[in-house]
């Protein structure tokens, strides 16, 4: 059974920092691109960024509102995917989802984790 | 406001056939693929067809995927309460090199 599971989601003031983690199991995560979505409270749902695989180069790609202040990063030797969000804003107040690909660049996402909820306020 | 355009919400009864429209442009639509997900109140998203129209192993195939230019639709025919979700239609923007999702359709069964 696949399982992407989340977690260091919880409440940070504006300005500061967290990260958040997502162990995979019942897949191979190196083969798979990655991705983090979030939803905020009672709205829809907003790609924040992807990592390819190490064999299609790694790149990252990242959302404009967040770009310069969240990094993605995997380790494929331990199953796990990052979210380094740092800066972070009210408006990033979201649950956010971890996401795993296998189809390349027709870019669907074929599993999702169970989402780690952030909140962003003083 | 999103990028992909959908209508806040759709209904019907059970057993009537619905569908739920999905518009973006030639920079996301019109040159990619569009992928619907499904999401009941209170869990993750599902991936319910990839591809235009393609179902992933264990959907139904009472829920169907088209795509004309820079619009596609989802149907849902044979309604039933189950069903009653949000739907996301979703592709990749060349522009903004990103994936670019609708605003989200909830679907009511009467």
């Known amino acids: ?122 | 406001q999103s990028v992909l355009t959908q209508p806040p919400s759709a209904s019907g009864t059970p057993g009537q056939r619905v569908t739920i429209s999905c518009s973006g442009s030639s920079s996301n639509i019109g040159n990619n693929f569009v992928h619907w997900y499904q999401q009941l109140p209170g869990t993750a998203p599902k991936l319910l067809i990839c591809r235009n129209d393609q179902r992933p192993s264990g959907v139904p195939d009472r829920l169907s995927g088209s795509k004309s230019g820079t619009s596609a639709s989802l149907a849902i025919s044979g309604l039933r309460s189950e069903d009653e979700a949000d739907y996301y239609c979703a592709s990749w923007d060349n522009s903004l090199r990103g994936v670019v999702f609708g605003g989200g359709t909830k679907l009511t069964v009467l």
């Open chain 1, 1 to 122: 059974e696949v399982q992407l599971v989340e977690s260091g989601g919880g409440l940070v003031t504006p300005g500061g920092s967290l990260r958040l983690s997502c162990a995979a199991s019942g897949l191979i995560l190196r083969n798979a691109w990655m991705s983090w979505v979030r939803q905020a409270p009672g709205k829809g749902l907003e790609w924040v960024g992807r990592i390819k695989t190490k064999t299609d180069g790694g790149a990252i790609d990242s959302a404009v509102p967040v770009k310069d202040r969240f990094t993605i990063s995997r380790d494929d030797s331990e199953n796990m995917l990052f979210l380094q969000m740092n800066s972070l804003k009210t408006e990033d107040t979201a649950v956010y989802y971890c996401a795993a690909s296998y189809g390349g660049i027709s870019a669907e996402i074929d599993y999702w984790g169970q989402g780690a909820l952030v909140t962003v306020s003083s």
